[in-house]
T-cell receptor, first 113, second 116 residues
Framework: NAGVMQNPRHLVRRRGQEARLRCSPV?????VYWYRQLPEEGLKFMVY????????ESGMPKERFSAEFPKEGPSILRIQQVVRGDSAAYFC???????????FGQGTRLTVV | AQSVTQLDSHVSVSEGTPVLLRCNYS??????LFWYVQHPNKGLQLLLK??????LVKGINGFEAEFKKSETSFHLTKPSAHMSDAAEYFC??????????????FGKGTHLIIQP
C-alpha cells in the first residue's frame, strides 16, 4: 500500500538545464498538488491538478514552470532553464475526490549549481 | 487572506517532559487547521486536524491541539516527549472550510529537539 512516491529524491542541475520532477499519487487518488519549500520557509502552494486538467495554478511562476497529470502515468512538474533561485524542496501531495486530507510524498530536493 | 505564525523556530525539551508548540493564525473564513510532522528524509505526515467540530482535537502519537477562536491559536501539546518526537512540525490553515488540500497555507515550521 504505497504512499505518494516522488522521484528523484535529489536532483542536481546546472543553470539553464531542465528539471523534471515526478509524482505518483496514492493509488486511487485523482487529485494532485505541488508545493515548494524554500530554505527556512514553509511550504507554498504551486498547482492543483486532476487527471488531464489543471484546476488551480495560482501559485506557479508565470514563466519556465509547467505541470501536468496525464490520464496514464505520474504527474510531472517541469522547470525549464533552471536558475539558482529554483533550488528548493518540491513536495507532491494527493487526495481522493472530496477529501480534505492530503498525503504528502518525501519531496524532491532540487539543487541548481 | 490567511496566514500562519509559528511562534518558535526551535523548541528543546527533555525526554519525558511536556511539549508545547505554538501557532497563531488569521483567516477570513471559518478555518480548517492542521498540524503536520516531517521527520528527516521523510514526507509530511498529518498529526491532527480541526474542522469546526470539537475544539480539542486528539491526534496520533499522543499529540493534541486546542482551537481557541478568541485567541486565534491552535497550539500543539503532548504530555510527555519521546525521543522519536524529534522532527519539524508545521501548523497549517486551509482557506476552505472543508479543508481542500489546494488551499493550504503553511507556517515556517518549528524544529523540536528532544534532550535525553
Amino acid at each position: 500500500n504505497a504512499g505518494v512516491m516522488q522521484n528523484p529524491r535529489h536532483l542536481v542541475r546546472r543553470r539553464g538545464q531542465e528539471a523534471r520532477l515526478r509524482c505518483s499519487p496514492v493509488k486511487g487518488h485523482s487529485h494532485v498538488y505541488w508545493y515548494r519549500q524554500l530554505p527556512e520557509e514553509g511550504l507554498k502552494f504551486m498547482v492543483y491538478l486532476q487527471k488531464e486538467n489543471i484546476i488551480d495554478e495560482s501559485g506557479m511562476p508565470k514563466e519556465r514552470f509547467s505541470a501536468e497529470f496525464p490520464k496514464e502515468g505520474p504527474s510531472i512538474l517541469r522547470i525549464q532553464q533552471v536558475v539558482r533561485g529554483d533550488s528548493a524542496a518540491y513536495f507532491c501531495a494527493s487526495s481522493p475526490r472530496g477529501s480534505s486530507e492530503a498525503f504528502f510524498g518525501q519531496g524532491t530536493r532540487l539543487t541548481v549549481v | 487572506a490567511q496566514s500562519v505564525t509559528q511562534l518558535d523556530s526551535h523548541v528543546s525539551v527533555s525526554e519525558g517532559t511536556p511539549v508545547l508548540l505554538r501557532c497563531n493564525y488569521s483567516s477570513s473564513y471559518s478555518p480548517s487547521l492542521f498540524w503536520y510532522v516531517q521527520h528527516p528524509n521523510k514526507g509530511l505526515q498529518l498529526l491532527l486536524k480541526y474542522t469546526s467540530a470539537a475544539t480539542l482535537v486528539k491526534g496520533i502519537n499522543g499529540f493534541e491541539a486546542e482551537f481557541k477562536k478568541s485567541e486565534t491559536s491552535f497550539h500543539l501539546t503532548k504530555p510527555s516527549a519521546h525521543m522519536s518526537d524529534a522532527a519539524e512540525y508545521f501548523c497549517v490553515v486551509s482557506r476552505y472550510s472543508g479543508g481542500g488540500a489546494d488551499g493550504l497555507t503553511f507556517g515556517k515550521g518549528t524544529h523540536l529537539i528532544i534532550q535525553p
